[in-house]
């Protein structure tokens, strides 16, 4: 496996309370991708970044916010989480098109529930 | 709009048995295409490509731009073959990229 880990791997929290979520990663990849994975939707798109400090959003973004102050660490937060983020999440890193690795590695997921 | 259908919710076959998971695209330009996999509780990781024309672990996959389709192929299903499977598509150009659009998913289960 790609050198991802993600922390807490499993979390339970209130409705209303803020959530943050850590990705990190050992392979000096420049991408770097959060995802949700639900059932009968798939894998959808958070956030991702492109480089330190700079991110854009995805497809599901609403109620996200994420930052990357280092290559190794993107962060996602729930600023205030609600029952409907209850889901897995994964991170995910690459290298840019055209660098000849056209690989997304994944992380193992966190199992986030909202109550 | 770019877009990765997978009909198929539910596969299930026997042992032996051949399979076969659709994926049809929706894609202006000309895509990458990649078949990723997800057993039990396990991270996702990359099956095939569609650029390398390779086969892993048995299955096989042909990318047909008439059809705008990418249909992940085995003649002979085994039981460990019983995960999560899902397409993806990321543009060649654009914006976003290495950004890979998701198919929701088809889950294979391969019966004794």
């Known amino acids: 496996d790609a050198g991802i880990t993600q922390s807490p791997r499993h979390k339970v929290t209130e409705t209303g309370t803020p959530v943050t979520l850590r990705c990190h990663q050992t392979?000096?990849?420049?991408?770097m991708y959060w995802y949700r994975q639900d059932p009968g939707h798939g894998l959808r798109l958070i956030h991702y970044s492109y480089g330190v400090k700079d991110t854009d959003k995805g497809e599901v973004s609403d109620g996200y916010s994420v930052s990357r102050s280092k290559t190794e660490d993107f962060l996602l937060t729930l600023e205030s989480a609600t029952s409907s983020q209850t889901s897995v999440y994964f991170c995910?890193?690459?290298?840019?098109?055209?660098?000849?690795?056209?690989?997304?590695?994944f992380g193992p997921g966190t199992r986030l529930t909202v109550l | 709009a770019q877009r990765v259908t997978q009909p198929e919710k539910l596969l299930s076959v026997f042992k032996g048995a051949p399979v076969e998971l659709k994926c049809n695209y929706s894609y202006s330009g000309s895509p990458e295409l990649f078949w990723y996999v997800q057993y039990s509780r396990q991270r996702l990781q990359l099956l095939l490509r569609?650029?390398s024309r390779e086969s892993i672990k048995g299955f096989t996959a042909d990318l047909n731009k008439g059809e705008t389709s990418f249909h992940l192929k085995k003649p002979f299903a085994q039981e460990e073959d019983s995960a999560m499977y899902y397409c993806a598509l990321r543009p060649r150009y654009g914006g976003s990229q290495g950004n890979l659009i998701f198919g929701k998913g088809t889950k294979l289960s391969v019966k004794p």
């Open positions: 569609h650029i």
């Open positions: 995910a890193i690459s290298e840019p098109v055209g660098t000849g690795v056209n690989e997304q590695f």
């Open positions: 392979e000096n990849h420049r991408y």
